[in-house]
């Protein structure tokens, strides 16, 4: 537990992991997930999902496509309840209090839990009305000014400040895709939420967008937790400091980023980071 | 057993090649073909086309040259002397008196002095028929309005009678035998004379545009079945607008997809394909028999147009939310925002000129609707210009019906002028419909 408190999670050794499936069991989750299922209709897309996400740190989900990481991510702000057919049972707890739950409502959730998506999906609105939208629907701001202070405060720490300042009554949807792609990152932060769920942020970006956006979220993790699925095992290396990996809708093995590249336990993780099978 | 093998590993070589070159030959080949093939294809379609645009100018022709008349009216300039022995021999200018006085003397006795050479009877009466019926209203009106104007001699400049309105544009000609036509020469002498002493003019025709219907094609206009039009357009679209909007955001945003949903969406497409005399019926049956609303009144003509569009618009704008992205309404759910904030901040906005243009296509649907006003008496011979929801009135394409039903020839042109103005309003709004998708299209 001391190692939390100096958040630094690069230098803290592995976690013991004894086997893979119970391997999220952690003290400082985040997120608890146990036995998650999710069903599609009479397809199930999750089995049993033990996992659990740290606080302040950046969990990377990894895993061949249609291994349900990201149907995992969007259980946890409950996204997934957008579709009808789909039906997720087990228990998902966020610090303790089961977001399933009737306690909690699911407009308080996706306060707390803020997602950025695979493709930048700015509203066809002006930078700053992207961005002061979160804030001015809950009521965060007290006045224009301090409105005015979480966009710049958001719009900086997304690190787009210093190319939009002067044209935030310009549409959003008019900046470049990585510039885009950090306006939704900004418009989640300004909501001031606990964690950010990103589905493959930089899958629709070129490389230097990509590098921003990872030196973004290494940034980001001083003050927010985050779970990010990717397909690139690079970027996972690079950015995250614990990976699961997913496979056919099973956690196959989570782990101290460093040890699931290093030295896997289980054979399947070792194939897909190898690049046999994915 | 070795020749076989050495032929079929040698064959093979041969065989692709020849196909080959057979292949290129039979693409050269087919080639001549496929084109005039294309050729063909793209040269009925410019035919039909041409076909097309051939009947639209047929009928946009044939309806201007038909109208055109309708835009000018012959007048006369008729001096009268208002005597105050026929309108007021009290003098005592008691607007009861005044109103009811005799003023088709006054102009008969002045218009007569212009002739007095016709002395007959039967001719004198012949010869007054040159003035419209109006021209006593309108001498009446001006002195009722303006007493003082009694005693003194004024210049009324009115429409001639709508034969003689057609005599001065041409269509009623002398060429033709006395018996075939409505004017009798010696009329047409008078009207020579009457063109030669410089007192007939032909002016715009503002009548057309003032007036409501009338029994004399002279004196009637357009406004009161524009005016009906405008306020029956009013209450259909204050009805279905709305309500259609909202069943739309409804079934598309926030019904569970099951059963009973999908025999309503299925019921409502249906409605769309009911033939509209079927919701004149309806009107008449529920609006007016049952409700005792009142009838010939633009509220129930509007009420009914608005059952019947509102299938368009639902449909129209279902398709509108359809197409905003799903990642919008992500964005904004993935922020917290609730389902009401979603729909109602961003995608109804989104889907608004998809909405708009359905809107204003179904209006124009409503605008051009005749056979269900029918039903609740909309058909109706209305002098008055309705001034609310609930006057009797009458509507453009009714108007166009009446007209094209009158015997009398003067109305040709006008129904003609009338089929142009409902045709302008088509036109304008669907260049608005045009226009609003233009302006408010936003990309994502």
């Not at chain 1, 306060?111 to 804030?135: D, L, W």
């Not at chain 1, 809708?249 to 054979?267: H, L, M, Q, R």
């Not at chain 2, 449909?315 to 917290?336: H, Q, Y």
């Not at chain 2, 409902?422 to 045009?434: E, I, K, R, T």
Request: charged share 20%.
């Amino acid at each position: 537990m001391g190692e939390v408190t100096t958040n630094i999670p690069e230098s803290k050794p592995a976690v013991p992991m004894p086997g893979a499936e119970n391997a999220g069991d952690v003290q400082d989750a985040k997120f608890k997930s146990r036995n998650v299922d999710v069903f599609y209709g009479d397809k199930q897309a999750l089995f049993g999902v033990d996992l659990d996400i740290r606080a302040n740190e950046v969990t990377a989900l990894i895993g061949p496509s249609g291994c349900g990481k990201s149907t995992y991510l969007r259980c946890l702000n409950r996204m997934n309840d957008t579709i009808d057919i789909c039906k997720v049972s087990g228990s998902i707890e966020l610090d303790g209090m089961d977001i399933y739950s009737n306690a909690l409502d699911v407009v308080h959730l996706r306060a707390k839990v803020g997602m950025v998506f695979q493709k930048p999906n700015p509203f066809p609105k002006s930078i700053y009305e992207n961005v002061s939208y979160g804030p001015k629907i809950h009521g965060i701001a007290a006045g224009k000014t301090e409105l005015d202070e979480i966009v710049e405060e958001s719009l900086i720490k997304a690190g787009l400040w210093n190319e939009v300042k002067d044209r935030l009554d310009e549409p959003g949807t008019g900046l470049s895709g990585g510039q885009q792609q950090r306006l939704c990152i900004a418009r989640a932060i300004a909501v001031q939420p606990e964690v950010i769920l990103m589905d493959e942020p930089c899958s629709a970006l070129d490389p230097i967008a990509t590098a921003k956006i990872e030196e973004l979220i290494d940034e980001l993790r001083a003050n927010f937790t985050i779970a990010i699925v990717t397909h690139s095992m690079q970027q996972a290396a690079r950015v995250s400091q614990r990976t699961a990996f997913f496979h056919l809708g099973y956690v196959v093995e989570v782990g101290a980023t460093e040890k699931i590249f290093t030295s896997p336990d289980d054979k399947r993780t070792q194939d897909y980071i190898t690049g046999r099978f994915g | 057993m070795t020749d076989i093998v050495m032929d079929s590993s040698s064959q093979p070589t041969n065989h692709n090649q020849d196909r080959a070159t057979r292949a290129s030959e039979a693409v050269k080949r087919g080639l001549k073909k496929r084109y005039a093939a294309e050729k063909r294809f793209k040269a009925y379609g410019i035919g039909a086309i041409a076909i097309a645009m051939g009947f639209i100018a047929i009928l946009f022709g044939t309806i201007i040259s038909n109208g055109l008349p309708a835009f000018s009216e012959t007048v006369i300039k008729l001096e009268v002397n208002v005597s105050e022995e026929i309108i007021d021999p009290t003098q005592e200018r008691d607007p009861a008196v005044i109103r009811a006085a005799n003023y088709r003397k006054v102009i008969f006795d002045d218009f007569r002095a212009l002739f007095p050479e016709v002395t007959a009877r039967r001719d004198k009466r012949d010869l007054t028929k040159i003035l419209s019926s109006g021209t006593t209203f309108e001498l009446q009106r001006l002195v009722t309005e303006d007493p003082s104007l009694i005693g003194k001699t004024i210049i009324l400049e009115v429409p001639v009678a709508a034969d003689f309105d057609l005599y001065n544009k041409g269509v009623i000609s002398r060429d033709v035998g006395e018996d075939d036509r409505r004017l009798k020469d010696k009329q047409l002498d008078w009207f020579d004379t009457l063109v030669e002493k410089g007192m007939i003019d032909t002016r715009f025709n503002t009548t057309f545009f003032t007036n409501a219907d009338s029994r004399d094609p002279e004196l009637s206009g357009i406004l009161g079945a524009a005016a009906g039009t405008f306020f029956t357009m009013l209450v259909t679209l204050m009805l279905s607008f709305p309500i259609a909007v909202a069943a739309a955001v409804y079934l598309e945003e926030f019904a569970p997809k099951n059963k009973l949903t999908q025999i309503i969406e299925v019921n409502i497409n249906n409605l769309a394909a009911v033939p509209s005399i079927v919701f004149g019926l309806l009107g008449l049956a529920m609006f007016i028999t049952f409700f005792g609303l009142p009838r010939s009144a633009p509220l129930v003509g509007g009420m009914v147009l608005a059952l019947m569009t509102m299938p368009t618009i639902i449909i129209a704008s279902r398709a509108a939310l359809k197409a905003v992205p799903p990642s919008i309404r992500e964005a904004a759910l993935g922020l917290g925002a609730s389902k009401m904030q979603v729909v109602g901040q961003h995608v109804l906005p989104l889907a608004m000129p998809g909405i708009l243009t359905g809107t204003i296509i179904g209006m124009a649907q409503a605008l051009g609707e005749t056979a269900p006003l029918l039903m609740i008496g909309m058909v109706a011979f209305i002098v008055d210009v309705p001034g609310s929801i609930t006057d009797p009135a009458t509507v453009l394409p009714v108007q166009v019906f009446l007209w094209a039903d009158s015997p009398e020839r003067a109305f040709v042109a006008r129904t003609s002028a009338a089929i142009m103005v409902l045709l302008g309003f088509l036109v304008f709004m669907n260049a608005l419909a045009v226009l609003l998708r233009k302006k408010f299209e936003r990309r994502w």
